[in-house]
């Protein structure tokens, strides 16, 4: 690699950003190093084909030097000619060997490379690698749609707020169904876990009803829960019990007529009923804690009545 | 009438490039490009990353066994059936298609080893004191590929032969021609997957309508084979029984009792990881919006009263045509069985010697 280091006027440097991987970091720490330290690392650089210079690798430097009003600055000119594809290597290597990638900043890599022409496999074979990742070409599914989502969202895939699990199913939404979503895991403060889980939920629920996401979060049942004054475990809580009702409408039932029952059984404290999970199996289990033979007595009379009085009969029917 | 596939591009394993079948479909093809090639390195999930194998027809070596009993599933009653792998992939691209999460490949692999799927056959069929029921419909359709691939009356005239054993041709399409003039000795079942109108409209991919495989059933009834009908899966939508109805009606219009050599019932039940695949593969499709729980194979399968009633109704319309057909579930629990058909086998063992009896002879 040919290179001379010298210093150039900042205005030399124009706004081509082929190089630049958008920061999710604030640039208040590097304004005040430089201020302290001066440019530790210079900036490095590449004739322009439109004039002038454009930047390889230091655009946060650059960003930095600006707003501290420098007008010169030290530099790097790499002369020797090579493709973009082979300039973007350096510019993540070096990156690299001073920090680790987010997924938005890799999910902006792979575009970059994908409009330099680049082939997802050489994407994931050898530049995953660089950027100290697995050479994983799920990876690559899973993080090149985030570059495409508005800023708030690659800002929270930056912060790893955001499961990579549901980035692909929000690039295929509407915008106005992706800010509903948007304003719902804010509200909730869903973690990554539980945000595939509701916007499951909810998309299904939208097609079995035809309606839209933006829609659905909107109707009445919904906006009651989100309004209220409950806390957001809680409201997410009542909002998944909502989704599920509508989801799967003849389990709910069941599970409603279950929970009934039992309640009217009222089984003395430390003795549970339970169904099968999802009633899929025929069999139920009674459990029972007791601290003394006189407990456990009372037990076995509690469940010898309701035997008697047909409740284990109406629960046996239920399943 | 459904298109008869046309391979993009053929791959060759060494092993089997000279091989009788391997000839007789490079035959038939003269102008596609034929490229040789290792089956693992094309099998694996890589090779589908770097190259586009839809189309793509893969003659290759069986290493394993051909035949293998069906592995059935944990707590369900299984009619132990044997499937016989003689080719992997389909063309037909049906939604619920269990192929997409277990091939991971569009790659179409046919093997040509038959010398050695004979032997094997040939084997296991004298050495044990047993009946077996052979399909080839479990990793692909067993009719679908047959105007090129003509494996029918090596197949059909092999069984013709035994004694213990019975093959089943199960299909989702029309191509009966090469069976037609086949002495078959009632040793091979021609059978058909049905649905309901409105779910292959929306679900069954490139496959013949359900009129035209019971057109076809025609044709193979009046060349003397007996018949089987798989309504598996079934899939729940909202007018399900008016469409069930319907086809059950059809082909009892159509068929004889005494020619069906059995019928199944079997509901959409999937792993819960080829949700996902289903989704990605067939946005449009509405088939995992049903009711879908975890069953305790952990299985997605619709919730069970679902199923019964599903089940419970299918069986009194077809017992309505006819009592001396047997109707069994595929992959339920003695439960499920004794809750829509008012009875139960005793055993995965029982359910065969039933199935096995109808076809004995």
């Known amino acids: 690699m040919t290179s001379q280091t010298v210093t150039i006027e900042l ?18 720490p590097l304004k005040d190093s430089i201020r302290l330290a001066g440019l530790l690392s210079p900036l490095i650089l590449e004739p322009s084909p439109q004039g002038g210079l454009r930047i390889v690798c230091g655009f946060r430097r650059f960003l930095a030097l600006r707003e501290l009003e420098f007008s010169r600055a030290e530099a790097r000119i790499l002369t020797d000619p090579a493709s973009p594809a082979e300039r973007f290597r350096i510019a993540l290597s070096e990156n690299a060997a001073h920090r680790t990638f987010n997924a938005a900043e890799v999910s902006w ?18 530049f995953f690698p660089l950027m100290r990742l697995g050479s994983n070409p799920n990876l690559l599914d899973l993080l090149a749609p985030i570059a495409d989502l508005p800023p708030d969202w690659q800002q929270a895939a930056a912060e790893d707020r955001l499961s990579l699990e549901v980035v692909k199913d929000l690039v295929d939404l509407s915008d106005s169904d992706r800010e509903a979503i948007w304003r719902l895991f804010q509200t909730l403060r869903l973690g990554k876990n539980r945000q595939r889980e509701f916007l499951l939920l909810l998309q299904d629920v939208a ?26 475990s809680q409201k997410s809580e009542r909002l998944k019990q ?78 | 009438m459904p298109a008869v596939f046309h391979p993009r591009i053929i791959f060759v394993e060494e092993a089997v490039s000279r091989s009788p079948l391997a000839q007789r479909v490079l035959q038939q093809f003269p102008d596609v490009p034929v490229e040789p090639a290792e089956a693992d390195a094309l099998l694996s999930g890589a090779a589908g990353r770097t190259r586009d194998l839809r189309g793509a027809i893969l003659l290759a070596k069986q290493r394993g066994p051909f035949l293998r009993l069906c592995p059935g599933t944990k707590h369900h009653l299984c009619c132990l059936y044997h499937n016989l792998d003689v080719v ?13 999460g277990y091939l991971n490949t569009p790659l179409i692999t046919v093997y040509c080893n038959w010398d050695d799927l004979f032997a094997e056959l040939e084997k296991k069929f004298s050495s044990l004191n047993s009946f077996f029921r052979v399909g080839t419909g479990e990793l692909s359709d067993s009719l679908t590929f047959e105007p090129f691939l003509n494996l029918a009356p090596e197949l059909v005239s092999f069984f013709a032969e035994r004694r213990n054993a019975v093959l089943e041709l199960k299909s989702k399409n029309v191509f009966v021609e090469n069976l037609l003039g086949l002495r078959h000795n009632r040793r091979t079942i021609v059978s058909w997957s ?168």
Not at chain 1, 109 to 126: G, H, P, T
Not at chain 1, 286 to 310: C, I, K, P, T
Request: with cysteine; hydrophobic share 40%.
């Open chain 1, 11 to 28: 205005q030399e440097i124009g706004d081509d950003d082929l190089y630049r991987l958008p920061s999710f970091a604030p640039l208040q």
């Open chain 1, 109 to 126: 890599a792979i575009k970059k490379l994908r409009r330099m022409q680049v082939k997802d496999e050489e994407i994931w074979r050898s």
């Open chain 1, 207 to 232: 097609r079995l009803s035809d309606t839209s996401l933006c829609a659905l979060l909107e109707s009445s049942a919904f906006r009651e829960v989100i309004d209220s004054p409950l806390t957001p």
């Open chain 1, 242 to 319: 909502i989704l599920w009702e509508m989801r799967y409408p003849r389990y709910s039932e069941q599970e409603k007529a279950f929970v009934e029952l039992v309640k009217r059984m009222r089984p003395p404290e430390g003795l549970s009923i339970r169904h099968a999970p999802y009633f899929q199996d025929e069999e139920m289990t009674v459990a029972f804690s007791f601290g003394s033979a006189r407990e456990f007595r009372n037990r076995l009379d509690w469940l010898e009545e309701q035997y008697r009085e047909g409740k284990i009969d109406e629960l046996v029917q239920l399943i």
């Open chain 2, 88 to 100: 992997a992939g389909c063309d037909l691209d049906c939604s619920y298609c269990v192929l997409q």
């Open chain 2, 194 to 361: 049905m649905n309901a109108e409105a779910v292959y409209q929306s679900d069954e991919g490139t496959s013949a309508s359900p009129q035209e495989r019971l057109q076809a059933a025609q044709k193979v009834q009046e060349a003397g084979y007996r018949l089987g009908f798989h309504f598996d899966p079934m899939i729940w939508y909202p007018k399900w029984e008016e469409g069930y109805r319907e086809i059950v009606d059809q082909i009892f219009r159509v068929i004889r009792p005494q020619n069906i050599a059995w019928i199944s019932l079997g509901a959409l039940r999937y792993p819960a990881a080829f949700d996902d695949v289903i989704r990605k593969n067939h946005p449009q499709s509405r088939i995992y919006l049903g009711e879908l729980l975890p069953g305790i194979d952990k299985k997605l399968r619709y919730f069970k009263p679902l199923r019964i009633e599903m089940f419970a109704k299918m069986y009194s319309w077809i017992r309505s045509y006819t009592t001396e057909a047997p109707v069994y579930l595929c992959m339920e629990s003695a439960e499920v069985w004794r809750r829509s058909f008012g009875w139960a086998p005793r055993s995965s063992a029982q359910l065969k010697r039933l199935l096995d009896d109808r076809v004995r002879e």
